[in-house]
């Protein structure tokens, strides 16, 4: 993995769809392209995240970070256009638990806490300017496929 760019959006949201994440002053420029989506955690609380956005073609990892939140918690990630991506996200170690737990986008809704049959890993697409909602990161359960290692920085 190498890392090129760092979150430019991030945005904490409270009971409130992933749309009212995207600040209305965001103006993507013609290689650029949003990813938007939400974090749970399986517990009253959702602890501070890093998410990361992995193009599956350059390795250019893109990172965003989270606070706690008392709910849900949406996340907005800039990344280059076009370009497919793996999204993941690592709690932060020490908040809740002493190790970092991880998960990925696999598809679902966090505030209803639906899961596909499938837990497999699922890559996001991203044209030029566009804006992809529900990527929506919250199943920390035994998965099917092993969560990325976090890139060092």
Do not use: H, K
């Not at 760092?6 to 600040?23: K, N, S, T």
């Not at 992995?54 to 076009?82: H, K, M, Q």
């Not at 899961?115 to 035994?142: A, N, R, S």
Request: proline content about 8%; glycine content about 12%.
């Amino acid at each position: 993995m190498r890392l090129t760019g760092v979150l430019v959006l991030i945005a904490i949201v409270q009971l409130a769809g992933c749309g009212d994440v995207v600040p209305r002053n965001t103006s993507l420029t013609p290689e650029t392209g949003l990813i938007c989506g939400e974090l749970g955690y399986p517990s009253d609380w959702v602890p501070p995240m890093n998410i990361y956005a992995e193009d599956v073609r350059t390795g250019d990892v893109f990172i965003g970070r989270t606070n706690s939140s008392p709910s849900i918690t949406g996340y907005v990630l800039e990344v280059s256009a076009p370009g497919t991506y793996r999204v993941f996200a690592w709690t932060v170690a020490g908040y809740m638990t002493e190790e970092s737990m991880g998960s990925y986008y696999l598809g679902g809704c966090a505030r209803s806490g639906d899961l596909p049959q499938e837990l497999g890993m699922v890559e996001v697409t991203v044209v030029p300017g566009d804006t992809i909602y529900g990527v929506d990161i919250f199943c920390f359960q035994q998965l099917d496929q092993r969560v990325p290692l976090p890139p060092r920085i």
